[in-house]
Protein backbone atom coordinates (compact mmCIF):
# COMPACT_ATOMS: atom_id res chain seq x y z
CA UNK A 1 0.00 0.00 0.00
CA UNK A 2 1.00 3.37 -1.07
CA UNK A 3 2.31 5.42 1.65
CA UNK A 4 3.36 9.49 1.31
CA UNK A 5 5.58 11.48 3.27
CA UNK A 6 6.08 15.21 2.96
CA UNK A 7 9.20 17.31 3.59
CA UNK A 8 10.97 20.26 2.39
CA UNK A 9 9.33 23.07 4.51
CA UNK A 10 10.74 25.62 6.08
CA UNK A 11 10.91 29.42 6.22
CA UNK A 12 11.33 32.14 3.49
CA UNK A 13 10.64 35.43 2.77
CA UNK A 14 7.98 36.75 0.25
CA UNK A 15 9.52 36.48 -3.27
CA UNK A 16 11.77 33.49 -2.76
CA UNK A 17 10.99 29.86 -3.91
CA UNK A 18 11.31 26.38 -2.34
CA UNK A 19 10.45 23.00 -3.53
CA UNK A 20 8.61 20.61 -1.14
CA UNK A 21 8.98 16.98 -1.29
CA UNK A 22 6.55 13.87 -1.38
CA UNK A 23 8.51 10.30 -0.80
CA UNK A 24 6.21 7.48 -2.06
CA UNK A 25 6.83 4.30 0.08
CA UNK A 26 5.02 0.72 -0.03
CA UNK A 27 4.58 1.37 -4.29
CA UNK A 28 5.84 3.13 -7.24
CA UNK A 29 4.39 6.28 -7.94
CA UNK A 30 4.02 5.48 -11.37
CA UNK A 31 0.97 3.90 -10.54
CA UNK A 32 -0.90 7.22 -8.88
CA UNK A 33 -1.98 10.69 -9.35
CA UNK A 34 -0.57 12.63 -6.42
CA UNK A 35 -2.03 15.67 -5.34
CA UNK A 36 -1.01 18.70 -2.83
CA UNK A 37 -2.84 19.96 -0.67
CA UNK A 38 -2.56 22.84 2.33
CA UNK A 39 -4.20 24.01 5.26
CA UNK A 40 -3.58 27.76 6.41
CA UNK A 41 -3.93 28.57 9.85
CA UNK A 42 -7.58 28.77 10.76
CA UNK A 43 -8.52 27.70 7.35
CA UNK A 44 -9.68 24.50 5.75
CA UNK A 45 -7.33 22.30 3.91
CA UNK A 46 -7.02 23.50 -0.05
CA UNK A 47 -6.39 21.92 -3.14
CA UNK A 48 -2.78 23.33 -4.32
CA UNK A 49 -1.67 21.19 -7.18
CA UNK A 50 -1.47 17.59 -8.98
CA UNK A 51 0.29 15.72 -11.05
CA UNK A 52 -1.26 12.43 -13.19
CA UNK A 53 -0.03 9.26 -13.70
CA UNK A 54 0.82 10.35 -17.30
CA UNK A 55 2.67 13.48 -15.72
CA UNK A 56 -0.01 15.93 -16.74
CA UNK A 57 -0.42 18.72 -14.23
CA UNK A 58 -2.91 21.41 -12.72
CA UNK A 59 -2.84 24.13 -10.68
CA UNK A 60 -5.26 25.97 -8.96
CA UNK A 61 -5.85 29.79 -9.60
CA UNK A 62 -4.04 31.10 -7.04
CA UNK A 63 -0.64 29.47 -7.71
CA UNK A 64 -1.02 29.46 -11.68
CA UNK A 65 2.22 30.44 -12.89
CA UNK A 66 4.29 30.18 -9.55
CA UNK A 67 4.20 26.33 -8.61
CA UNK A 68 4.91 23.55 -10.52
CA UNK A 69 4.65 19.76 -10.18
CA UNK A 70 7.51 17.23 -11.10
CA UNK A 71 8.09 13.65 -10.48
CA UNK A 72 11.41 11.13 -10.28
CA UNK A 73 9.79 7.89 -10.78
CA UNK A 74 13.60 6.79 -9.90
CA UNK A 75 13.40 8.15 -6.64
CA UNK A 76 9.96 7.55 -6.46
CA UNK A 77 9.40 11.01 -5.17
CA UNK A 78 6.93 14.11 -6.37
CA UNK A 79 7.70 17.71 -5.71
CA UNK A 80 6.29 20.81 -5.63
CA UNK A 81 8.43 23.78 -6.76
CA UNK A 82 6.49 27.02 -5.18
CA UNK A 83 8.31 30.49 -6.55
CA UNK A 84 7.66 33.92 -5.94
CA UNK A 85 5.98 33.12 -2.32
CA UNK A 86 3.85 34.98 -0.68
CA UNK A 87 2.56 35.46 2.63
CA UNK A 88 -0.67 33.76 2.06
CA UNK A 89 1.12 30.79 0.89
CA UNK A 90 1.89 30.11 4.91
CA UNK A 91 0.55 26.98 5.54
CA UNK A 92 1.23 23.26 6.50
CA UNK A 93 1.16 21.04 3.05
CA UNK A 94 0.57 17.69 2.52
CA UNK A 95 0.50 15.75 -0.75
CA UNK A 96 -1.83 12.24 -1.27
CA UNK A 97 -3.59 10.20 -3.85
CA UNK A 98 -5.99 11.44 -6.15
CA UNK A 99 -8.00 10.37 -8.09
CA UNK A 100 -7.02 9.98 -11.97
CA UNK A 101 -9.44 11.69 -14.71
CA UNK A 102 -8.28 10.52 -18.11
CA UNK A 103 -4.94 11.59 -18.53
CA UNK A 104 -5.31 14.37 -15.92
CA UNK A 105 -5.47 14.79 -12.20
CA UNK A 106 -8.24 15.53 -10.02
CA UNK A 107 -8.26 17.24 -6.21
CA UNK A 108 -10.22 14.15 -4.66
CA UNK A 109 -8.18 12.44 -2.35
CA UNK A 110 -8.24 9.07 -2.68
CA UNK A 111 -9.01 8.17 0.82
CA UNK A 112 -8.91 10.89 3.59
CA UNK A 113 -5.43 9.64 5.07
CA UNK A 114 -3.51 12.72 5.72
CA UNK A 115 0.26 12.65 6.87
CA UNK A 116 1.68 15.33 8.98
CA UNK A 117 2.33 17.23 6.36
CA UNK A 118 5.20 19.89 6.22
CA UNK A 119 5.01 23.87 7.16
CA UNK A 120 5.88 26.78 4.88
CA UNK A 121 6.32 30.01 6.56
CA UNK A 122 6.31 32.95 4.66
CA UNK A 123 7.26 36.19 6.24
CA UNK A 124 9.53 39.38 6.18
Known amino acids: QLRLVESGGGVVEPGETMTLNCVGRGDTLRDHAIGWFRRAPGKEREAVSC???????EHVDSVQGRFSVARSLLDNVVYLHMSDLRPEDTAVYYC??????????????????WGQGTQVTVSS
Open 51 to 57: ISIEGNT
Open 96 to 113: TEVTPNQKTCTFSAVMDM
